[in-house]
């Protein structure tokens, strides 16, 4: 406790980076597993082959991921780009299966009906497609976060500021309190991302949890 | 007036789903597509909106081959009532009903308004307007369909057995309220129904089919009633079924109708 009182500004500041890394790569992994798995559930031929390509990105080691990409995207090896770019990876090779079960899991039936009242493919996508997705997207966005803020860590090895940095810097000088912190602070931060997306999801989904209530009771005025 | 011409539909790998269809149904009258499942009787329907393109033979709404229509302006011009609804579980009760008008651009305000005053006239509480449809009976969901339906002031309804999923006692109230909008707004209604009763009560014209949309006979009920084409037809109205043979014995001097059972179902109005 005691190393925590005399070292909590540059916890704060490691907190800042990390959240800084996790939250951006988290969004844009959202941003490109949806369409992804939208297309795969529209098409399952082309589907099939892009999630399973998807997938196999979870497969690369780290590091070499961490090496190739500054090669790929002219980024700077120990770069916060860097970091974003890996997360983003693993993030959209983690989503892309439950993005496209999100959308399978709308019911063919509420889709048809939209099409047949008068909904343009683009106003099905965005009024019914979507919304009806966000339950089952949800639960895989939740691992996604949690999987992205507990990978940051790994950018302490190249040098990129997290969290991390406390687990290596820790190690190395043999400080238990300071490996406690970052753990502890990495799980802290996990668990406030969950959180706040199960907010989000509530404040997004409010018929979802009305639906598993017992229907009112009838009112026929007739 | 929608018309069909020689419409046929078949879908690859299967057979005919409908062969030669031609029918044509009058502005502002009720018809029913009545049928057993394979009669095609919902693919006919859905030529009409084009969430069906006929392999062969064309669809003409007031004259105008609906193939030359952009198939979602057509669409929003259409009423369609669904089995179980088709409402938008995520979409609140006045939302669901605002629909059409606002993909035209109504503004929302001014379309919840509309939505609410549908739904005094579907005979539902403005109160549920706030609901979502999961909160709601299957029967009232139905009229939230109607109501739906009806929110952009459409020429024509399209029905697909829409109150086939209730129980019998809500049928025969939504039944009886379609006919009261009805006679207040004198649509022209397509009505799809495996129901030969439903069939006689809401049709101006009903169309009875066989297998593959082949019409085994066209006419007002008591046209079908009183003459039936063929055995098939005969049979799938029931003409021979007890109930439908009525006679009369006379009781304390007045009428009483009798059917085939020697069951009383009535009195003759004197």
């Known amino acids: 406790m005691n190393w925590l009182s005399l070292n909590w500004p540059q916890v704060i500041e490691l907190t800042r980076d990390h959240l800084l890394l996790s939250a951006p790569a988290l969004l844009l992994s959202v941003l490109i597993a949806v369409p992804i798995g939208r297309l795969a559930q529209q098409r399952p031929r082309i589907g099939g082959a892009l999630l399973g390509a998807a997938s196999l990105l979870y497969a690369i080691p780290a590091l070499p991921l961490l090496i190739i990409i500054p090669a790929l995207f002219g980024v700077p090896l120990r770069s916060p780009a860097t970091m974003v770019i890996a997360l983003t990876v693993y993030g959209v090779a983690l989503l892309v299966r439950t993005a496209a079960d999100a959308f399978g899991s709308v019911d063919p039936r509420v889709r048809e009906a939209a099409v047949a009242v008068g909904h343009s493919p683009r106003s099905v996508f ?22 992205t803020v507990s990978l940051v860590t790994i950018g302490a090895l190249i040098g990129v500021p997290s969290l991390g940095t406390l687990l290596t810097d820790g190690f190395q000088r043999g400080i238990p309190a300071e490996v406690a912190t970052g753990i502890i602070a990495t799980m802290a931060l996990a668990l406030l991302f969950d959180a706040l997306l199960v907010a989000a999801g509530r404040a997004l989904t409010p018929w979802a949890t009305i639906r598993h209530e017992r229907p009112l009771p009838q009112e026929e005025t007739t | 007036m929608i018309e069909f011409e020689t419409v046929s539909k078949t879908y690859p790998g299967q057979s005919v789903a409908v062969a030669d269809f031609s029918l044509v ?128 002031d459409p020429n024509i309804l399209l029905m697909d057995e829409p109150f086939g999923a209730v129980d ?44 593959g949309g082949v019409i085994a006979q066209r006419g007002t009920p008591a046209e079908i009633l009183g003459a039936p084409a063929d055995d098939f037809v005969r049979d799938f109205v029931g003409a021979d079924r007890a109930e439908r043979e009525l006679h009369i014995t006379t009781v304390d001097g007045r009428s009483i109708a009798v059917d085939g059972t020697g069951r009383p179902v009535g009195v003759l109005a004197p």
Do not use: C
């Open chain 1, 126 to 147: 965005w009024r019914v497609d979507l919304p009806l997705a966000v339950p089952v997207l949800l639960a895989g966005v939740r691992v996604v976060a949690v999987s």
């Open chain 2, 168 to 211: 019998p006692i809500m049928r025969r109230e939504l039944q009886e309220e379609l006919l009261r909008l009805q006679a207040e707004l004198h649509k022209t209604i397509v009505f799809v129904t495996h129901d030969i009763d439903e069939a006689f009560l809401l049709g101006d014209e009903v169309v009875v089919l066989r297998e």
């Open chain 2, 25 to 152: 149904v009058p502005s502002h009258r009720t018809v029913v597509l009545v049928g057993s499942s394979g009669s095609g009787k919902s693919t006919l329907l859905r030529t009409v909106n084009r969430m069906v393109e006929p392999t062969s033979g064309r669809v003409l709404i007031d004259d105008e081959d609906v193939r030359e229509r952009d198939p979602v302006a057509l669409r929003r011009s259409i009423g369609y009532v669904l089995q179980h609804g088709g409402l938008l579980p995520h979409r609140s009760v006045l939302d669901n009903i605002a629909t059409v008008p606002v993909l035209k651009g109504t503004p929302k305000r001014r379309a919840r308004t509309a939505a609410s005053e549908l739904l005094e006239r579907v005979g539902l509480d403005p109160k549920i307007g706030r609901r979502y449809p999961g909160q709601l009976s299957g029967g009232q969901q139905q009229r939230v369909g109607v109501a739906r339906a009806l929110a952009a």
